[in-house]
C-alpha cells in the first residue's frame, strides 16, 4: 500500500491510501481536479516533453486551465496565473536548447528566492512547467484525449483556440437598498 499526501486548496494536509503504483497518477489526477497538490514545485518548474504540452493534464499537479476575461488561455495553480509563453530554439557557442513552452508568471514578494528567476532587467518570474524536447508520456496526457495520433504542428507547441466561454443560462436581477436609506445599527 502506498501512501500519498495531499494539500488541499485550503491548506489542510490529507494522506491518501493508494492501492498500488499503478493507480497512482489516476488518485493525483482526482484530487488535483479539487486544486490539492502532492508536492511543492521544483526549483525552474516541472519539466515535460514538449510533445506532452498541447494535451497535458494539469489535474496531476493540482491545476486547471482557465480562460482570461481577453479569451487568454492560461494555467491556474494555488491561486497564481501562468502564462503560456513559447521559447525559441537557442543554438550559440555557449548554450543550445532547443524551442520550448513555459507557463510561467510574474514574481512576488512573497515567492522564495529559490523559485525566482531573472529575466532581463530586473524582472523575475516563476516558472510552473516547461515543454522542452523528451520523447512523450501518454500518462501525463488527459485520459481518452487526442493523444499520439494529433497534427505535427501540434506537437510542436503552436498556439491552440481557447475554449468558448459557456454563457450564463440566465441573469436575476436582485434589489439591493442604497446605503444612505438604511439606518445604521449604532
Known amino acids: 500500500m502506498l501512501h500519498i499526501e495531499f494539500i488541499t486548496d485550503l491548506g489542510a494536509r490529507v494522506t491518501v491510501d493508494v492501492e498500488s503504483e ?5 488518485v493525483q489526477r482526482q484530487y488535483g481536479r479539487l486544486g490539492w497538490t502532492s508536492g511543492d514545485v521544483p526549483t525552474g518548474g516541472y519539466q515535460f ?9 494539469w489535474s496531476l499537479i493540482g491545476a486547471r486551465k482557465w480562460t482570461n476575461l481577453e479569451g487568454e488561455e492560461m494555467i491556474l495553480h494555488k491561486g497564481h496565473a501562468y502564462r503560456r509563453r513559447e521559447l525559441e530554439a537557442v543554438d550559440s557557442r555557449k548554450l543550445k536548447l532547443p524551442a520550448a513552452v513555459k507557463y510561467s508568471r510574474g514574481a512576488k514578494n512573497a515567492d522564495p528566492d529559490h523559485v525566482r528567476e531573472k529575466a532581463d532587467g530586473e524582472f523575475e518570474y516563476v516558472t510552473l512547467a516547461i515543454f522542452r524536447g523528451g520523447r512523450r508520456q501518454e500518462r501525463y496526457a488527459i485520459p481518452g484525449g487526442a493523444g499520439a495520433g494529433r497534427a505535427p504542428a501540434q506537437a510542436a507547441g503552436a498556439p491552440r483556440p481557447a475554449p468558448a466561454r459557456p454563457q450564463a443560462a440566465a441573469t436575476r436581477t436582485a ?3 442604497r446605503v444612505e436609506d438604511e439606518e445604521t445599527p449604532f
Open 22 to 26: 499503478g493507480k497512482l497518477l489516476d
Open 49 to 57: 516533453p514538449l510533445e506532452n504540452e498541447p494535451d497535458f493534464d
Open 175 to 177: 434589489t439591493v437598498p
